[in-house]
């Protein structure tokens, strides 16, 4: 499966971006999907993940309550919703996908088999 992702910009902070992460080859096989980041300097760090159902969500403590995370299998499509924008959002944002059933979302860099390219947040004061 490919993955691309779009809808990174710049933001004043407080604001509201929608990133989009759409699925194309193999969709015909459901993959659990998740958000990551990377921040220059930093390790990519975990933002949210979506069973492949939709029916499970799991979010970094640093996102949670601002974040959300969606899915429409029917448009191979997962969203990441980010309102209340801070600072420390700023990062280049991926999408990964894996085709592992062993857990209903996943955490982990390794645990994803298949990344899109990144799509920049900038969030200013």
């Known amino acids: 499966v490919q993955l691309q992702a779009s809808g990174g910009g710049s933001v004043l902070a407080g604001g509201s971006l929608r990133l989009s992460c759409a699925a194309s080859?193999?969709?015909?096989?459901?993959?659990?999907t998740g958000w990551f980041r990377q921040a220059p300097g930093k390790e990519r760090e975990f933002v949210a993940a979506?069973?492949?159902?939709?029916?499970?969500?799991d979010y970094a403590d640093s996102v949670k309550g601002r974040f959300t995370i969606s899915r429409d299998n029917g448009k191979d499509t997962v969203w990441l919703q980010m309102n209340s924008l801070k600072l420390e959002d700023t990062a280049n944002y991926s999408c990964?996908?894996?085709?592992?059933?062993?857990?209903?979302?996943?955490?982990?860099?390794?645990?994803?088999?298949?990344w899109g390219q990144g799509t920049q947040v900038t969030v200013s004061s």
């Open positions: 080859g193999r969709t015909d096989i459901s993959y659990a």
């Open positions: 990964a996908a894996t085709r592992s059933y062993a857990r209903s979302t996943y955490v982990g860099v390794r645990d994803y088999e298949y």
């Open positions: 979506i069973s492949w159902s939709g029916g499970t969500t």
